[in-house]
């Protein structure tokens, strides 16, 4: 056994003792002994292992395996530009709190400055966005295999507090196994299949808390951030008599905790001035929400107090005057009593609003992005999971659909981007093992189209994506640039239309496609199948501003005077 091979045998080991059990491999050259341990790590049923050529489109979908199993899943790609591909889903991962872990091949350090091929200094590559775990090259001696298992349990330890981690290999060559001698000492790792090194991050919560008064009429918004914090939260809330704004992320999460999320709470905040009956004395705000501008236009209102990450709590207007990293019901004798009629107030005009919503909806020509978030969510089996892509798709659910505890609905929300949204989907419905669903919008599939790009061995996702397809950029049409006196250069460089053959484009991937062309197509587009299939619905986006400013006014006059 050659000095590569065996510490690409030894990091496959203990990755698998260390419970990684997704790992993405991209092919290459100086990768290639890890490639082998993988192949044979995944033929003996150790690991789940799946195979990409495009190494963005890998890190995305081993950023959903890890956001979709509840554990580190891993990249693993050759030097050079290759690792520099991982660097988008490694930002999202810092961003959105995941472990995922990148593994980046590496030549050895004689060849760094020599003019070698595919050789950059990719050491500490993504900077503070992940933690760097720098390995030794491998030699023909003794006394490694302790430090090569060691290392791994490090990053998996890292990765399991849901900070990236780097973990850069060098290999020499030879790259294959080779016939040589015995190898210096033991390669085993600890008896009965444990870590080398095992180890408990401690618990931090309750060092934390709220520490001030909390007044009786609080509003409660949660964006995204870890479930468990939101769902505390929302218990405080539900007993407290106060209604909660959630973003579709964290809805699921606050109803279990019992809260009162208002269906319309965003398109409430964004119509208009909020009568005295429905005013806040305080903003209550869990997490990082990211998509509302009814909800940031509040911030500064009324007093806002922080329930997030110390120190990088979410206050982009810098308008809040505390923040604590928790809040349960241990919590309730800091809440000013009850105000009686806070609560039910906020529910008349939620029922007012969303059956306001829903007969615009109704009027409308078929199809609306609205109307499409509204119905497909409606649709869904119980148990599923939906991925929202960015842009207006998710905006579109948060605006108009109703909650569902039944759902899990994931979205890349750390830096929001439209890339590797396809590939997160795949990723969280494999490493979830459940029926999946994806809503994005046509540049977003177009972004990501090599996630459908799979050999013939490669495990499908159950996953149904539906494209929404306005032919271009609609979220801009809804913001400053989308104005008539902008109308000039708008199409150009905002709306960017393509025109793409989305079916010619599917069947290139033999991937099936169903263009949905009515609501009742599109539901029964939607009924559970396994497999990868696309479901498209074109619509005019030309409409789009108009839309949203009428529903604007109605809610105004519903649910607001």
Request: charged share 20%; glycine share 10%; with cysteine.
């Amino acid at each position: 056994m050659n000095p590569s091979t065996a510490q690409a045998t030894v990091i496959v080991d203990e990755l698998v003792r260390n419970r990684v059990g997704h790992v993405v491999l991209c092919p290459g050259s100086r990768n290639a002994p890890l490639a082998m341990a993988l192949y044979q790590a995944g033929e003996q049923g150790r690991i789940a292992l799946h195979v990409r050529t495009d190494e963005r489109t890998a890190a995305f979908l081993a950023l959903g395996l890890t956001l979709g199993s509840g554990r580190p899943a891993a990249v693993v790609c050759t030097s050079g530009t290759a690792a520099a591909n991982l660097h988008p889903a490694v930002l999202e991962a810092y961003h959105s709190g995941a472990g995922l872990l990148a593994i980046t091949a590496d030549r050895p350090a004689e060849l760094h400055g020599s003019g070698a091929n595919q050789t950059i200094d990719q050491r500490g590559l993504f900077g503070p966005a992940a933690v760097a775990v720098d390995f030794p090259v491998a030699e023909r001696r003794g006394a490694q295999n302790a430090v090569w298992r060691g290392l791994v349990c490090r990053a998996v330890a890292q990765a399991e507090q849901g900070r990236p981690v780097q973990v850069n290999v060098p290999f020499r060559e030879p790259l294959v196994p080779t016939f040589e001698p015995r190898w210096p000492e033991s390669l085993d790792g600890r008896p009965n299949g444990r870590p080398w090194t095992t180890s408990t991050a401690p618990r931090t919560v309750a060092g934390n808390r709220v520490d001030f008064s909390l007044p009786a009429r609080t509003l409660m918004v949660i964006g995204s951030g870890r479930a468990d914090r939101a769902r505390a939260a929302a218990e405080l809330a539900a007993y407290a008599g106060w209604p909660v704004v959630a973003e579709p992320g964290r809805q699921a999460a606050a109803l279990a905790g019992g809260a009162a999320v208002l269906r319309c709470g965003p398109l409430l905040l964004a119509a208009g001035e909020l009568p005295d009956g429905l005013r806040p004395d305080a903003v209550l705000v869990v997490g990082r929400p990211t998509l509302s501008r009814g909800v940031r236009g509040l911030m500064g209102r009324a007093p806002v107090y922080g329930i997030g990450d110390h120190p990088q709590w979410t206050d982009p207007q810098y308008v809040a005057e505390h923040v604590r990293g928790w809040l349960d019901l241990d919590d309730m004798s800091h809440v000013d009593g009850r105000a009686p009629g806070w609560l039910p107030a906020w529910q008349q005009a939620d029922s007012r609003a969303a059956a306001m919503v829903d007969k615009l909806l109704a009027d409308e020509d078929w199809p609306t992005g609205l109307r499409v978030a509204r119905d497909l969510v409606e649709a869904l089996p119980a148990g599923a999971m939906l991925f929202l892509g960015s842009s207006n798709p998710i905006r579109d659910v948060d605006l108009v659909a109703e909650p569902r505890a039944d759902v899990a609905v994931y979205a890349n929300r750390g830096v929001a981007g439209i890339d590797g949204n396809l590939s997160t989907a795949a990723g969280v419905a494999l490493g979830a093992d459940r029926t999946g669903y994806a809503l994005v919008g046509d540049l977003t599939f177009l972004h990501d189209l090599n996630a459908l790009a799979l050999g013939p061995r490669e495990r499908r996702p159950n996953l149904t994506i539906v494209v929404h397809n306005d032919d271009g950029g609609g979220i801009f049409t809804l913001l400053e640039q989308g104005a008539a006196e902008h109308g000039a250069s708008f199409e150009r460089v905002f709306g960017t239309p393509v025109g793409a053959d989305l079916a010619a484009l599917c069947a290139g991937y033999h991937v099936p496609h169903t263009l949905a062309e009515t609501p009742e197509a599109l539901h029964a587009a939607l009924a559970p199948a396994a497999g990868l299939r696309v479901v498209e619905v074109r619509a005019d986006r030309s409409r789009l501003r108009d839309l949203h400013a009428r529903l604007r006014a109605a809610i105004n006059e519903a649910a607001l005077r």
